[in-house]
């Protein structure tokens, strides 16, 4: 389902733990991290659709998490051809989507890559809050930051940090990631990952494996 211009309607999903790091996946048999989104079906709403896709991709269920805010407006990007079908090419443009910021009120262990038969990820972690700027592939980008720029004054108070986060500033010593003219600093003190995660500690370096000619969603 194409609007007229050309953009698969879709929403972005970023879920937050309880120390406000947002949900990172590695999209399954590829070095590529996203956050989870999908395409919203006919006839779905847009909250309806990011259930959906919850549920798909991560296995939450609406019980597990709490809708904090959404983006006001779609926010559009484009696929370079190389990533599109073959079929698809001429009249699918890119995605416009609508982004749902989103806290985890489960636990960790409620996390489930292989909810159904067709997996997107195949392992997760949690970053801070601007680190996926610095490692989302490029063409995303625009929109990560649009989106994660827009929904950063919701973010919740548990403590001194988020005013830093919801600001773009990095604190004094730099153990917490924040988003500086594109710069990142990684979080200091060891991670530590909760049962079922695989950490990749370099995804950067990997990032443009992802396979040619892959329509990506």
């Not at 996926?132 to 930051?145: M, T």
């Not at 994660?148 to 990631?177: K, V």
């Amino acid at each position: 389902m194409l609007d007229r211009d050309g953009f698969r309607p879709n929403v972005g999903i970023i879920l937050l733990n309880q120390r406000n790091q947002v949900f990172w996946g590695k999209r399954i048999r590829t070095h590529s991290w996203q956050f989870p989104q999908g395409g919203i079906d006919r006839g779905e709403s847009p909250e309806q659709a990011m259930f959906r896709e919850l549920h798909e991709e991560i296995g939450l269920m609406p019980e597990h998490v709490r809708i904090v805010a959404r983006t006001r407006d779609w926010l559009r990007y484009e696929v370079p051809e190389r990533y599109i079908r073959r079929d698809a090419r001429g009249h699918y443009k890119g995605q416009k989507q609508i982004w749902f910021l989103l806290q985890l009120t489960g636990q960790d262990w409620n996390l489930n890559l292989r909810a159904t038969n067709h997996p997107e990820f195949d392992a997760w972690r949690w970053n801070d809050y601007w680190v996926p700027l610095d490692v989302v592939v490029e063409f995303k980008r625009g929109v990560y930051e649009m989106a994660l720029r827009e929904l950063a004054r919701y973010l919740p108070r548990n403590d001194h940090r988020n005013r830093y986060l919801r600001s773009g500033m990095r604190t004094r010593d730099g153990d917490y990631a924040a988003h500086d003219g594109g710069q990142m600093q990684m979080p200091g003190p060891a991670m530590e990952l909760p049962p079922g995660a695989v950490f990749d500690p370099n995804p950067q370096a990997q990032v443009e494996e992802v396979v040619k000619g892959k329509h990506v969603s």
